[in-house]
Protein backbone atom coordinates (compact mmCIF):
# COMPACT_ATOMS: atom_id res chain seq x y z
CA UNK A 1 0.00 0.00 0.00
CA UNK A 2 1.40 3.65 -0.69
CA UNK A 3 0.24 7.11 1.03
CA UNK A 4 0.20 10.42 -1.39
CA UNK A 5 0.35 14.04 -0.42
CA UNK A 6 -0.05 16.66 -2.87
CA UNK A 7 1.95 19.87 -2.77
CA UNK A 8 2.16 23.17 -4.94
CA UNK A 9 -0.93 24.02 -5.73
CA UNK A 10 -2.06 27.45 -5.03
CA UNK A 11 -3.67 30.84 -7.07
CA UNK A 12 -1.84 32.09 -10.33
CA UNK A 13 -2.51 34.41 -13.07
CA UNK A 14 -2.81 33.06 -16.63
CA UNK A 15 0.19 32.50 -18.30
CA UNK A 16 1.98 31.42 -15.13
CA UNK A 17 3.41 28.48 -14.22
CA UNK A 18 3.06 25.82 -11.26
CA UNK A 19 5.05 22.80 -10.29
CA UNK A 20 2.81 20.12 -8.08
CA UNK A 21 4.42 17.82 -6.07
CA UNK A 22 3.13 14.07 -5.09
CA UNK A 23 5.24 12.84 -2.26
CA UNK A 24 4.82 8.90 -1.06
CA UNK A 25 5.25 6.65 1.68
CA UNK A 26 6.75 3.33 1.29
CA UNK A 27 9.65 1.57 0.07
CA UNK A 28 8.36 0.32 -3.83
CA UNK A 29 7.50 3.55 -5.20
CA UNK A 30 9.28 2.29 -8.35
CA UNK A 31 6.85 -0.31 -8.49
CA UNK A 32 4.16 2.15 -9.66
CA UNK A 33 3.31 3.64 -12.54
CA UNK A 34 1.87 7.02 -11.35
CA UNK A 35 -0.44 9.54 -12.80
CA UNK A 36 -1.90 13.12 -12.62
CA UNK A 37 -5.71 13.76 -12.89
CA UNK A 38 -7.93 16.76 -12.79
CA UNK A 39 -11.43 17.59 -11.49
CA UNK A 40 -13.25 21.22 -12.37
CA UNK A 41 -16.78 21.73 -10.29
CA UNK A 42 -19.35 20.18 -11.94
CA UNK A 43 -16.98 18.00 -13.99
CA UNK A 44 -15.51 14.82 -14.49
CA UNK A 45 -12.19 13.26 -12.99
CA UNK A 46 -9.93 13.81 -16.20
CA UNK A 47 -6.87 12.78 -17.13
CA UNK A 48 -3.52 15.14 -17.08
CA UNK A 49 -0.48 12.95 -17.25
CA UNK A 50 0.98 9.84 -16.82
CA UNK A 51 4.59 8.10 -16.63
CA UNK A 52 6.07 4.77 -15.85
CA UNK A 53 7.94 2.93 -12.99
CA UNK A 54 11.02 4.04 -14.47
CA UNK A 55 10.22 7.24 -16.25
CA UNK A 56 11.09 6.28 -19.80
CA UNK A 57 7.42 6.47 -20.93
CA UNK A 58 5.25 9.48 -20.10
CA UNK A 59 1.36 10.27 -21.73
CA UNK A 60 -0.17 14.00 -21.45
CA UNK A 61 -3.26 14.79 -22.31
CA UNK A 62 -4.12 16.98 -25.40
CA UNK A 63 -5.34 19.78 -23.91
CA UNK A 64 -1.90 19.95 -21.56
CA UNK A 65 0.47 18.69 -24.08
CA UNK A 66 3.48 21.20 -24.61
CA UNK A 67 2.30 22.87 -21.66
CA UNK A 68 2.77 20.34 -18.86
CA UNK A 69 5.95 17.76 -17.80
CA UNK A 70 5.66 15.34 -15.93
CA UNK A 71 8.91 13.67 -13.87
CA UNK A 72 9.71 11.04 -11.07
CA UNK A 73 12.31 11.26 -8.32
CA UNK A 74 12.67 7.48 -7.62
CA UNK A 75 15.30 8.10 -5.01
CA UNK A 76 12.89 10.84 -3.29
CA UNK A 77 9.36 9.12 -3.99
CA UNK A 78 8.21 11.77 -5.32
CA UNK A 79 6.00 12.84 -8.65
CA UNK A 80 6.45 16.00 -10.18
CA UNK A 81 3.90 17.98 -12.31
CA UNK A 82 5.46 20.98 -13.95
CA UNK A 83 2.48 23.36 -15.58
CA UNK A 84 3.38 26.17 -17.57
CA UNK A 85 1.45 28.94 -20.14
CA UNK A 86 -1.92 28.36 -17.12
CA UNK A 87 -4.90 28.90 -18.75
CA UNK A 88 -8.28 29.30 -16.29
CA UNK A 89 -9.54 26.63 -17.94
CA UNK A 90 -6.44 24.65 -15.76
CA UNK A 91 -8.66 25.51 -12.61
CA UNK A 92 -8.98 22.39 -10.42
CA UNK A 93 -8.41 20.35 -7.91
CA UNK A 94 -5.19 18.09 -8.56
CA UNK A 95 -4.69 14.23 -8.16
CA UNK A 96 -2.16 12.29 -7.89
CA UNK A 97 -2.26 8.49 -8.30
CA UNK A 98 -0.65 5.25 -8.49
CA UNK A 99 -0.62 2.39 -10.45
CA UNK A 100 0.54 -1.32 -9.90
CA UNK A 101 0.08 -2.06 -13.54
CA UNK A 102 3.20 -1.61 -15.46
CA UNK A 103 1.89 -0.05 -18.68
CA UNK A 104 1.03 3.92 -18.06
CA UNK A 105 -2.74 4.44 -18.27
CA UNK A 106 -5.23 7.33 -18.69
CA UNK A 107 -7.84 5.93 -17.24
CA UNK A 108 -8.88 7.38 -13.64
CA UNK A 109 -10.40 3.70 -12.61
CA UNK A 110 -6.95 1.82 -13.23
CA UNK A 111 -5.61 3.45 -10.32
CA UNK A 112 -5.16 2.02 -6.53
CA UNK A 113 -4.22 4.52 -5.01
CA UNK A 114 -5.49 8.34 -4.87
CA UNK A 115 -3.87 11.49 -2.86
CA UNK A 116 -6.04 13.90 -1.42
CA UNK A 117 -5.70 16.67 -3.98
CA UNK A 118 -4.51 20.20 -4.30
CA UNK A 119 -5.55 23.12 -5.51
CA UNK A 120 -4.61 24.97 -8.68
CA UNK A 121 -6.67 28.05 -9.27
CA UNK A 122 -6.06 30.53 -12.97
CA UNK A 123 -7.22 33.89 -12.63
CA UNK A 124 -7.87 35.33 -16.28
Known amino acids: QVQLVESGGGLVQAGGSLRLSCAAS????????MGWFRQAPGKEREFVATISRAGGITYYADSVKGRCTISRDNAKNTVYLQMNSLKPEDTAVYYC?????????????????WGQGTQVTVSS
Open 97 to 113: AADTRALPSPRPREYDY
Open 26 to 33: GRTFNSYT
